[in-house]
């Protein structure tokens, strides 16, 4: 049976890693995700866990060699934040397009400049496109849990993508929280050894990561597109199976007190949890409020969100991007979060905060804030900004 | 297995891999040239410095020991020509017939 113990996330992801059973490991380290690497360095030194640990100078080495030795047959983990996912970045895409399940826990973290160590969503937001399935956990025991699930989503023969894992920098990665953590054979028992698709073999050679000419590549692109669409029902059969087994029930979208709301604050990552406090707060003063938590970033769970925002109780939707795109909708979960929605006929209207960039706190009177804004613009039907495109940004000294 | 002419995104194969080795030689990039090496064999030392410097291994040794470029692979890049310590190789315009 698994035990509550009190322990660092950090450390507690870097134990699914082992539990999993990963074949190598090869990350740089940077702050906030070292904790991570450093345990599963320490694990691979004093011979708990029987991986080959590639110690390289940069995190685009990384992620090279997390690509060579996936595409060799190994089961593949690596971690990063920030400035480190940046540096991956030509790789993370050919992880994806190789379609070599590495499977990565970012510990979220503002990119610079300026320089800052602390906790955003900028570094993910920026590989978006990239075409890993990325999820969002917003607590110790998620962040542990979805690494876990990771490898069963990953690695399926039906899916073969790479998978990131998203935790936020500090307030998640470097916190003692009482943690469920399996025996390793309740793991074991999840997570079968790793059968690859398609692997290097000098007795069986082949090309891996070929050119694509003009007359191949539409048709590649093609074929990664509907591999992560095609996933979304093998990560709905992984979260089935993991509640059913552990007990504890992962959705593409969550809700909290949503279900007569008529107000709701959309966001991603820790935040959802200080949300709720807030909800609970506004509750109690009768005011009809919950929240929204898009976990699955990639594949979008358009049909999901769907479900939960449209045709229902909810009027208004808050969107809190963690991140700005400059010049632009001017946050990215905002702008998909609308995007989604366009074709719907009753659907509610969705306006757009940012707030916590480089690990500033959000309080209570500023989830509150978010609320209100949501509130007059459902009373005056107009985004209460001077320009709707204008970034609104909470907590702000203006 | 020699794959389609021209696959649809599902006969692709999986992840874009070639399955069979060596068929880069199905893909005949002599036409990119615009001059071709042509060796003078009265000047032709057989030392094989072509051979061993040309990027797409077009050269082939023939029966005499001479080395000629396969125009079919040659893409006329003038490395041979360079190369050449008996300088018995000129590049000469390509001319379609």
Sequence with gaps: MAKRTGIEVSIAIAEAARQANVDVVSAYPITPQTHIVEHLAQLVADGDLDAEYITVESEHTAMSACVGASAAGARVFTSTSSQGLALMNEIVYLASSLRTPVIMALANRALSGPISIWNDHSDVMNERDTGWICIFANNGQEAYDLTLMAFRIGEDRRVMLPVMVNFDGFILTHVIEPIHIFEDQEIADFIPPYEPLCVLDTDNPITVGPVGVPDVYTEAKKQQEMAIRESRPVIEEVFEEFARRYGRRYRPVETYRADDAEIVLLAQGSVIEAAEVAVDHLRDQGKKVGTVELRLWRPFPFDDLREVLCSTSIKQVVVLDRCISFGGPPGPVLSEVRSALYLEKDKPMVVGVVAGLGGRDISLEEYVEMFEIGEECLRTGKDPGEEPELVKIVGLRE | ?97
């Design chain 2, 1 to 97: 297995m020699k794959l389609k002419e021209r696959p649809t995104w599902k006969e692709l194969p999986f992840a874009c891999c070639i399955p069979e080795p060596g068929n880069s030689v199905y893909y005949k990039t002599g036409d990119w040239k615009t001059l071709k090496p042509v060796v003078d064999k009265t000047k032709c030392i057989k030392c094989g410095t072509c051979w061993i410097f040309c990027p797409e291994y077009a050269y082939e040794e023939d029966e005499y020991g001479y080395y000629e470029s396969n125009y079919e692979y040659c893409k006329g890049c003038g490395i041979c020509y360079r190369e050449c310590p008996a300088q018995c190789i000129t590049m000469e315009e390509e001319v379609v017939e």
